[in-house]
Nanobody
Framework: VQLEESGGGLVQAGDSLTLSCEASGRTFTINSMGWYRRFPGKQRELVATISGGGAGTNYADSVKGRFTISKDNAKNMMYLQMNSLKPDDTAVYFC?????????????WGRGTQVTVSS
C-alpha cells in the first residue's frame, strides 16, 4: 500500500483547509485509515481515524467539532476537512493506513504534508 498526501499549505487562523490522501497498491487489504500529525520535536499524534466502511470515526479532543475525516472508497481517497484552524494546528500531517497482509497487521504511512497556520 502506498499513500500520498496533498493539500497542505500556509493559511491564517480561522481559515479552512482540506487535506487529501490517495491510496494505491493493495488497497483491498486496508482495514482502517487515519490522519496523524507531528509537531516540531515531538512524536506523531492521532488526529482522526475512520473505519474501512467509513461509518466509524474517532477524533482527538483538540480537533473535535473543527475537523472532519471522510473517505471515498471508490476513488481510494481519504480527506481531512479542517475548519477554524489555529496556530496550534501547525504541524506535518500524515496519512496512515492499517492493513492485513497475509494475516499480519501492517502500518503504512505517507510522507506527510506541512500545514502552517499563522496568527
Amino acid at each position: 500500500v502506498q499513500l500520498e498526501e496533498s493539500g497542505g499549505g500556509l493559511v491564517q487562523a480561522g481559515d479552512s483547509l482540506t487535506l487529501s490522501c490517495e491510496a494505491s497498491g493493495r488497497t483491498f487489504t486496508i482495514n482502517s485509515m487515519g490522519w496523524y500529525r507531528r509537531f516540531p520535536g515531538k512524536q506523531r499524534e492521532l488526529v482522526a481515524t475512520i473505519s474501512g466502511g467509513g461509518a466509524g470515526t474517532n477524533y482527538a479532543d483538540s480537533v473535535k467539532g473543527r475537523f472532519t475525516i471522510s473517505k471515498d472508497n471508490a476513488k481510494n481517497m481519504m480527506y481531512l476537512q479542517m475548519n477554524s484552524l489555529k496556530p496550534d494546528d501547525t504541524a506535518v500531517y500524515f496519512c496512515h493506513a492499517g492493513a492485513y497482509v497475509r494475516g499480519t497487521w501492517s502500518d503504512y504511512w505517507g510522507r506527510g504534508t506541512q500545514v502552517t497556520v499563522s496568527s
